[in-house]
C-alpha cells in the first residue's frame, strides 16, 4: 500500500528556501519525491539548496523572486509551469526574521514596519494570487507559515507578530474563495525553532523556552517539515483555513 504522504511527480514551490526553514521545507518534499521550485531572492542560497535537492535524488529549479513584486510572483509560476507542467504544492515560507531589531511598538522604524509587511504579508498574498491559477484544480494546496508568537503576543517585536497574524487571517479568507476549486489552503505557526536565523538571535537558542514545553525538548526544522508535508498530502484534503501551531505544547502550558 502506498504512503498517503507521497509526492511522487507532484510539483512544490517553496518561497524563502535559500536557506533555514525553507531549504528544508525544500528537502522535505524532495525526499518524497517532489519536483522542487527552490524560490528566493539569494542567488547564492538558491544554488546551495538546488544542489542539496538534486544530492537526494530529486529535480529542482532555481528562481530569484522579489515576493513584493507581482511581476516577479507571475514569473515564478510561468517559469513553475515551463519546467514541471503543473504545480501541486505552494509553500508561503518568505519573511523577514532575524534581522529585526527587537524594540518596543513605541520605537519601530515606520520604514521597517512597512518593510515587514511587504515581505511577510504583501508577498504571501501575491505569491498566492500569481500561482493559484496555474495550480492544480482539484488537489491543489497553499500552505503559509505564520508564527506561534501571534498566540504568545511574544513582545518587542510587533511588526513581525502582527504580520504573522495577518497571515493567519489571509488564510481563512484564501480557503475560502479557493475552497470550491478543490484547493486547500492552511497555515502552520511554529513555535521557536533551531535554523541558522534563530540560532543568530541568541546565545542559548537551543534550551530557549525548552522548560515551557510540553515536549522537553528544543524544536527542529523537521519538526515544522513534517506538519507540511501532511497538510499537502492526500490525508489533509478535507482540512482548510486552519492554522496548526507546532511548538511543542508551550501555548497551553
Same mark, same amino acid.
Given at each position: ?83 514541471? !507542467?503543473?504545480?501541486? &504544492?505552494? $509553500? /508561503?515560507?518568505? @519573511?523577514?526574521?532575524? #534581522? +529585526?531589531?527587537?524594540? %518596543? ?73 479557493? !475552497?470550491?476549486?478543490? &484547493?486547500? $489552503? /492552511?497555515?502552520? @505557526?511554529?513555535?521557536? #525553532? +533551531?535554523?541558522?536565523? %534563530? ?55
Amino acid at each position: 500500500m502506498s504512503s498517503m504522504i507521497d509526492f511522487e511527480g507532484k510539483v512544490v514551490i517553496v518561497t524563502g528556501a535559500a536557506g533555514g526553514l525553507g531549504r528544508a521545507f525544500a528537502l522535505g518534499f524532495a525526499n518524497q519525491g517532489g519536483n522542487i521550485v527552490v524560490a528566493d531572492i539569494d542567488e547564492a542560497g538558491l544554488a546551495e539548496t538546488v544542489a542539496q535537492v538534486e544530492a537526494a535524488g530529486a529535480k529542482a529549479i532555481a528562481v530569484k523572486v522579489d515576493v513584493t513584486s507581482k511581476e516577479s510572483t507571475d514569473a515564478l509560476a510561468v517559469a513553475a509551469v515551463a519546467a514541471f !507542467g503543473r504545480i501541486d &504544492v505552494l $509553500v /508561503n515560507n518568505a @519573511a523577514i526574521y532575524a #534581522t +529585526l531589531k527587537r524594540s %518596543s511598538f513605541l520605537d519601530i522604524d515606520p520604514n521597517e514596519w512597512d518593510r515587514v509587511m511587504n515581505v511577510n504579508v504583501k508577498g504571501a498574498w501575491l505569491c498566492s494570487a500569481s500561482i493559484f491559477p496555474k495550480m492544480s484544480q482539484p488537489g491543489g494546496r497553499i500552505i503559509n507559515v505564520a508564527s506561534a508568537t501571534v498566540f504568545s503576543g511574544s513582545p518587542l517585536w510587533m511588526h513581525y507578530v502582527a504580520s504573522k497574524a495577518a497571515v493567519i487571517g489571509m488564510t481563512r479568507v484564501m480557503a475560502r474563495e479557493v !475552497g470550491p476549486q478543490g &484547493v486547500t $489552503v /492552511n497555515a502552520i @505557526a511554529p513555535g521557536f #525553532t +533551531l535554523t541558522e536565523a %534563530s540560532l543568530s538571535l541568541m546565545e542559548d537558542a537551543e534550551t530557549y523556552g525548552v522548560d515551557r514545553g510540553a515536549i522537553k525538548r528544543a524544536s527542529a526544522p523537521e519538526d515544522i517539515v513534517g506538519t507540511a508535508l501532511f497538510l499537502a498530502s492526500e490525508s489533509a484534503g478535507y482540512i482548510t483555513g486552519q492554522t496548526l501551531v507546532v511548538d511543542g505544547g508551550k501555548q497551553f502550558i
